[in-house]
């Protein structure tokens, strides 16, 4: 692939995961907010951000299947219309209570019956729709981790540019929503949010597509059908882009499984593979409640919440780009790196636990920052074993797919623990919550530290990396 070819490549996976992230962070700064102000309690904001993490958790691996007949990126493309007609159905999920009219003032006021009728119909209205955003999105997200994965062979390479869109998407979204909810209010803003997004989608199937072409039809027979294929390997070097070309021949593959050539990969079968099963449990997140902490204890207007949810990208975007090195010039192998990432994440969890607002800032900013090298290097690294597992040259494509929907449900695991002890906020308070999940986070990190000490032995093409690297 020529280097303008490939720089299409990148660009075009940066703009769609910016814009997607973009969009689809407006959420957590906003709903909560919307819900607290309808009279909704933290509960009904726990059942609402459940359904969209269990809808995160399902999508992706039944998305792959479709990856190589429809084509990836026309998945994406029909998943960013789905968000966005989501997105418009959020806008109007709060006016069904309108539309059974709310009484004038000569009438009675409604019964109890009646408020909660109203309520269930609307909290139900609002499962659904996080459920199909929380799936629509994730399946945006699977394509462009999958398609980054498999154009480069550099992949922490490829995962720290994708990264980096995404935490820029990560800044933008919060702050623009948050404004959007001040200048417009909640209805209009996600009327906007919706039309934006379906004009990308008709972007992406345009312009987009033909650029990625190379991604999604690699070979008739997966992305290793060849005995021999250039492959395209980006460095990334104090900001220069320099493309290099790799005989895949000379990938050392003595490392491999043959116990398992022939066989057709899984979901399922990839989960019974002990480490990429113990990568699939290595993250926690709590973020959805938040903005209402921010709120309620703190008095913070949603134009700051925005900018406070914003702090984390502004550190992750650089932290991305260097934590690519720390396994290769760092001394300290990518296993330590990721388990000590964990740990000093979950730190940061507790600081956001703080009853003092700096130190609430401080965790937050930080949190960014430390959490980088996890995004980097893991599913590089699930995807390296995943392949060792199955080495068989024609699973190869559907191998690194499904590698990357397991990667993707596995962020929302942790939000599915966080989310469903979100009605015990009010009784052991947020410091405490914030302390359980830390200290999950803690316990996932032993556990990948000991359950994959072989990780740093055998690594699929180190020495070309390696090598491609000093170039």
Same mark, same amino acid.
């Given at each position: 692939?020529?280097?303008?070819?490939?720089?299409?490549?990148?660009?075009?996976?940066?703009?769609?995961?910016?814009?997607? *992230?973009?969009?689809?962070?407006?959420?957590?700064?906003?709903?909560?907010?919307?819900?607290?102000? &309808?009279? =909704?309690?933290?509960?009904?904001?726990?059942?609402?951000?459940?359904?969209?993490?269990?809808?995160?958790?399902?999508?992706?691996?039944?998305?792959?299947?479709?990856?190589?007949?429809?084509?990836?990126?026309?998945?994406?493309?029909?998943?960013?219309?789905?968000?966005?007609?989501?997105?418009?159905?959020?806008?109007?999920?709060?006016?069904?209570?309108?539309?059974?009219?709310?009484?004038?003032?000569?009438?009675?006021?409604?019964?109890?019956?009646?408020?909660?009728? &109203?309520?269930?119909?609307?909290?139900?209205?609002?499962?659904?729709?996080?459920?199909?955003?929380?799936?629509?999105?994730?399946?945006?997200?699977?394509?462009?981790?999958?398609?980054?994965?498999?154009?480069?062979?550099?992949?922490?390479?490829?995962?720290?540019?994708?990264?980096?869109?995404?935490?820029?998407?990560?800044?933008?979204?919060?702050?623009?929503?948050?404004?959007?909810?001040?200048?417009?209010?909640?209805?209009?803003?996600?009327?906007?949010?919706?039309?934006?997004?379906?004009?990308?989608?008709?972007?992406?199937?345009?312009?987009?597509?033909?650029?990625?072409?190379?991604?999604?039809?690699?070979?008739?027979?997966?992305?290793?059908?060849?005995?021999?294929?250039?492959?395209?390997?980006?460095?990334? *070097?104090?900001?220069?882009?320099?493309?290099?070309?790799?005989?895949?021949?000379?990938?050392?593959?003595?490392? !491999?499984?043959?116990?398992?050539?022939?066989?057709?990969?899984?979901?399922?079968?990839?989960?019974?593979?002990?480490?990429?099963?113990?990568?699939?449990?290595?993250?926690?997140?709590?973020?959805?409640?938040? /903005?209402? &902490? =921010?709120?309620? !204890?703190?008095?913070?207007?949603?134009?700051?919440?925005?900018?406070?949810?914003?702090?984390?990208?502004?550190?992750?975007?650089? /932290?991305?780009?260097?934590?690519? !090195? =720390?396994?290769?010039?760092?001394?300290?192998?990518?296993? &330590?790196?990721?388990?000590?990432?964990?740990?000093?994440?979950?730190?940061?969890?507790?600081?956001?636990?703080?009853d003092s607002f700096p130190v609430l800032m401080l965790g937050t900013a930080s949190r960014?920052?430390?959490?980088?090298? *996890?995004?980097?290097?893991?599913?590089?690294?699930?995807?390296?074993?995943?392949?060792?597992?199955?080495?068989?040259?024609?699973?190869?494509?559907?191998?690194?797919?499904?590698?990357?929907?397991?990667?993707?449900?596995?962020?929302?695991?942790?939000?599915?623990?966080?989310?469903?002890?979100?009605?015990?906020?009010?009784?052991?308070?947020?410091?405490?919550?914030?302390?359980?999940?830390?200290?999950?986070?803690?316990?996932?990190?032993?556990?990948?530290?000991?359950?994959?000490?072989?990780?740093?032995?055998?690594?699929?093409?180190?020495?070309?990396?390696?090598?491609?690297?000093?170039?």
């Open positions: 692939m020529p280097p303008s070819r490939c720089d299409g490549c990148h660009l075009a996976l940066s703009l769609i995961a910016a814009v997607a *992230v973009s969009c689809y962070t407006t959420v957590a700064p906003i709903l909560p907010l919307e819900m607290h102000a &309808r009279g =909704l309690s933290d509960g009904c904001a726990s059942l609402v951000f459940l359904a969209s993490t269990v809808g995160s958790l399902v999508a992706p691996s039944l998305a792959v299947n479709r990856f190589e007949s429809v084509g990836t990126v026309n998945v994406m493309a029909c998943s960013m219309a789905g968000m966005s007609l989501m997105f418009w159905s959020l806008g109007c999920a709060f006016d069904i209570d309108a539309h059974d009219g709310m009484p004038p003032k000569d009438d009675p006021p409604p019964t109890g019956d009646e408020v909660v009728e &109203r309520a269930i119909a609307v909290v139900g209205m609002l499962m659904f729709v996080q459920f199909s955003l929380g799936a629509s999105f994730s399946v945006i997200s699977t394509g462009y981790y999958s398609l980054a994965t498999s154009i480069f062979i550099d992949r922490e390479s490829a995962m720290s540019s994708v990264e980096a869109a995404c935490g820029i998407g990560y800044i933008i979204g919060p702050i623009f929503g948050s404004a959007l909810y001040d200048a417009v209010g909640y209805h209009r803003a996600y009327g906007a949010i919706s039309l934006g997004l379906m004009i990308m989608s008709l972007l992406t199937l345009k312009f987009l597509v033909p650029r990625l072409q190379y991604g999604t039809n690699l070979s008739d027979d997966g992305l290793g059908g060849m005995d021999s294929v250039a492959l395209v390997v980006v460095v990334v *070097v104090d900001g220069f882009v320099n493309y290099d070309t790799v005989d895949k021949s000379e990938i050392d593959v003595t490392a !491999y499984d043959r116990s398992t050539s022939g066989q057709a990969p899984s979901a399922i079968s990839l989960l019974g593979f002990p480490k990429v099963l113990l990568a699939a449990l290595t993250m926690c997140w709590i973020s959805g409640f938040l /903005a209402i &902490r =921010l709120s309620d !204890y703190f008095h913070v207007g949603t134009g700051d919440i925005g900018m406070i949810f914003a702090l984390t990208s502004i550190a992750y975007v650089p /932290a991305v780009y260097l934590s690519q !090195y =720390l396994p290769r010039h760092g001394g300290i192998g990518r296993r &330590r790196t990721i388990s000590i990432s964990v740990v000093l994440s979950a730190i940061t969890v507790m600081l956001m636990g703080s960014g920052m430390l959490q980088a090298p *996890v995004w980097v290097h893991l599913l590089p690294w699930m995807q390296e074993e995943s392949l060792k597992r199955f080495p068989d040259p024609g699973h190869e494509q559907l191998v690194n797919d499904l590698t990357a929907s397991l990667y993707n449900s596995s962020m929302k695991l942790g939000q599915v623990v966080g989310y469903s002890i979100g009605p015990l906020m009010t009784s052991l308070g947020f410091a405490r919550t914030t302390r359980a999940v830390a200290l999950l986070m803690c316990f996932q990190s032993v556990l990948f530290y000991f359950g994959t000490g072989d990780y740093d032995r055998g690594r699929r093409g180190d020495s070309v990396l390696s090598s491609s690297m000093l170039m």
